[in-house]
């Protein structure tokens, strides 16, 4: 029965960032969320479970704030969950995510699968699963829409650009997933209430055997702009008449 | 011996990567390098494009994924030490960077839509996208080497030029990969390319019900254009395939006109349209925010607003 490890991340909710006056993200009014892609994975994980017994453990590493998606990530079914947390672990890039998640996975916990997201929905680098595996030197079959236990070993379909490629490793294998895997679950109450009952795993920076630091450098962290007319019309006779003959003039009708 | 390499799965890709890559090592005054395994005859025309070396890889068993090569990559990278490596920006070619930065300790900008060499600091400065395509990012890499990832099409292939000289470097096979490819199932070209297609009307929420994907259909078929979708509207409602989603983690279109019908403009799919020519949005709700990233809005209900328009279009292109 397969020991099933899912990465999650705890981040800003994007719809809720302003632009400011100058450009500058208002972060004033953000929430948080549990990343949209991590709750496919968290769902594979907790599936896969459910079809071939076996455990799931969530690993997040953030700040103390992140606490609240602990809760949220086991009340979508993991058994437990490992919060490597410290209040520098704010803007981590995603080597350095990568670095800290394999310290903890690759000395403290058993693992035949790791499931990902294929990003995350804040900087959506889509790296730190395949950095994940290469730090602990297993093989990564990223972009899967599709997947399947038989013995020790893994089949997933993965969805690439031109096609389908059905691929198969030994276990321990690291996975992203696509995110139309799966739909989510939304936990219920009962969910809830069995959350605050399971275990967490606190760990902090000394557990670490080395500092991860940072290759990039952010220099800025700007407002996407999109300059656009805006232009709008009614449903009137006369708006709809308008509107078609702006894109005539605009000459992208022919 | 330094250098700008570059990395792609196919000739198209790479003839792009020449371009920004020989204005790159050009401006550095070093030599650029492409990766080949799709056939040695292919090796001339990259040095004819603007390479001057190719790392000739063997080819692979038919049971081995692309990811095999990553060792003999890095190994070369490790004993060559390049300033900058660019992969192309697929999803093959995104995990493999991803490893490939890995192995060599260093950073990688993802999916960068801009990149700029200081002539000063001769630092090279990335641009990508960060959440959801809200904002801007901005980075620079302290590591050696710079690597960053980058979309299809972002550059035009490189020129020809005659009379350029290079040298072809063969690589050695790579040990086999414990990942087996059991089968590969290609694309059946169901509609035309979406990414291709000049006119994209994209259904969102706002259409009620599978047959009335008839109305949108209709619309297209009128401005000889192709439908596209929203999340939603692949993913939960099953309405049409995964491969027509639009948006940052679907496709990415650049029609000259783009006509959401019912679309709420949620900052994930208006990052996949941003490089439309024109943005055009029909939604009842009139603080929808794809008004805000649209030319053109019709503040109405589809299903009153869209037959018009049929009809309008219909008069319009025909005289």
């Avoid at chain 1, 080395?210 to 952010?218: G, N």
């Avoid at chain 2, 030599?31 to 001057?52: M, N, P, T, V």
């Avoid at chain 2, 801009?114 to 990012?137: C, I, P």
Wanted: charged share 25%; hydrophobic share 40%; net charge negative.
């Amino acid at each position: 029965m397969p020991n099933i490890v899912t990465c999650f991340k705890w981040v800003i909710d994007e719809a809720y960032i302003r632009a400011g006056s100058s450009g500058e993200l208002d972060f004033r009014s953000v929430n948080y969320k549990i990343s949209d892609y991590d709750r496919n994975a968290i769902e594979e994980a907790v599936c896969l479970r459910e079809e071939y017994g076996g455990s799931v453990t969530g690993v997040t590493v953030g700040t103390p704030q992140a606490t609240k998606g602990l809760k949220d990530a086991l009340s979508r079914g993991p058994d437990k969950a490992y919060f490597i947390k410290d209040g520098s672990f704010e803007s981590l890039e995603p080597s350095q995510t990568a670095g800290i998640l394999a310290d903890v996975i690759g000395s403290k916990i058993e693992y035949d699968l790791i499931v990902c997201g294929e990003g995350s929905s804040d900087l959506y680098a889509q790296q730190v699963g395949p950095r994940l595996a290469e730090r602990l030197r297993i093989p990564c079959i990223s972009f899967v829409q599709k997947l399947t236990i038989e013995g020790n070993q893994i089949t997933a379909e993965r969805r690439l650009e031109h096609g389908i490629e059905v691929t198969a490793a030994p276990m321990p294998v690291l996975v992203t997933v696509l995110p139309d895997i799966n739909t989510p679950r939304i936990p219920g109450v009962k969910d809830t209430l069995m959350a605050s009952k399971k275990e967490i795993i606190n760990i902090t920076k000394d557990d670490l055997t080395q500092i991860y630091e940072e290759h990039l450098q952010t220099t800025s962290m700007l407002a996407a702009s999109m300059e656009r007319n805006c232009v709008k019309f009614g449903a009137d006779p006369a708006d709809i008449t308008g509107f078609v003959e702006a894109l005539l003039k605009e000459g992208v009708i022919r | 011996m330094a250098g700008v390499w570059i990395l792609a799965e196919n000739r198209e890709q790479t003839l792009e990567l020449l371009n920004i890559g020989r204005d790159l090592a050009s401006k550095m005054g070093t030599k650029l390098a492409a990766f080949l395994w799709q056939g040695r005859e292919l090796a001339e025309e990259y040095i004819s494009h603007g390479a001057d070396e190719v790392m000739l890889l063997p080819s692979l068993p038919e049971d081995q994924p692309l990811d095999a090569y990553i060792p003999v990559i890095a190994e070369e990278a490790q004993k060559e030490d390049p300033d900058i490596f660019l992969v192309s920006a697929t999803m093959r070619g995104k995990e493999m960077a991803a490893c490939i930065a890995t192995r060599l300790n260093t950073g990688l900008c993802s999916d960068c839509i801009a990149l700029n060499l200081n002539d000063e600091s001769k630092t090279l400065e990335m641009e990508r996208l960060a959440f959801g395509g809200a904002a801007v990012q901005k980075v620079t890499c302290s590591t050696r080497p710079v690597m960053a990832t980058i979309p299809l099409r972002m550059f035009e292939p490189a020129e020809k030029q005659d009379g350029r000289k290079g040298e072809i470097k063969d690589l050695p096979a790579p040990p086999p990969s414990s990942v087996k490819v059991l089968e590969r199932k290609p694309k059946e070209r169901e509609a035309k390319d979406i990414t291709e297609a000049s006119v994209v009307v994209c259904v969102g929420r706002g259409i009620e019900k599978e047959e009335d994907m008839a109305l949108a259909r209709e619309l297209a078929d009128v401005l000889g254009g192709e439908i596209g979708c929203t999340r939603p509207i692949s993913e939960e409602m099953h309405w049409l395939p995964e491969e027509l989603c639009i948006g940052l983690s679907g496709v990415h279109v650049k029609p000259e006109c783009y006509i959401g019908l019912g679309v709420s403009g949620q900052v994930q799919h208006v990052t996949g349209i941003r490089d439309a020519k024109v943005i055009c949005a029909i939604n009842k709700d009139e603080n929808a925010p794809i008004f805000d990233a649209a030319d053109y809005g019709v503040t109405g209900d589809l299903y009153d607003v869209v037959p018009k328009l049929i009809e309008e279009f219909k008069k319009a292109t025909t005289s």
